[in-house]
């Protein structure tokens, strides 16, 4: 799973509650370096921040999308702003920040097919 934040913190709690389940996780800081990723790398989930300097998280699940390196029920969009138009089109689920980080748990399991296993 390749996690797309800028912000270090959010960045780590994702990754430290994803890898307590037993998912491998990346990270990358923006959206430019998750498509190089992608590129090197296949991921089957992908995590993207919606506000992130140079690109937008739709922008980069447009991309993923047309490069066919992800489909959109692979990927979600986190954001704390507006839900951008179309998201529909690119992204499986919008979560709001501040979020829950069961409610993000429980939709990347469910993505996946994959039974919710105890957060503790």
């Known amino acids: 799973m390749l996690i797309v934040e800028d912000d270090e913190a959010i960045a ?5 509650a994803l890898e307590s389940i037993g998912f ?3 990270h990358a800081r923006d959206g430019r370096e998750a498509l190089r990723q992608a590129l090197d790398r296949s991921f089957d989930l992908f995590v993207l921040d ?9 922008e980069v699940a447009q991309q993923l999308t ?9 990927i979600i969009l986190i954001t704390g702003g507006p839900i951008p ?13 501040p979020f ?3 409610e993000i748990l429980f939709t990347l399991c469910s993505m996946i097919g994959r039974d919710v296993p ?3």
């Open 50 to 58: 919606q506000m992130m300097p140079g690109m937008l998280g739709i």
């Open 24 to 26: 491998d996780t990346s």
């Open 118 to 120: 105890p957060v503790g």
């Open 85 to 97: 138009s179309r998201a529909d089109d690119y992204v499986s689920r919008v979560i709001r920040k």
């Open 100 to 102: 829950d980080i069961e």
């Open 66 to 74: 047309r490069q066919r390196r992800a489909t959109r029920d692979r």
């Open 12 to 16: 780590s709690v994702l990754s430290l």
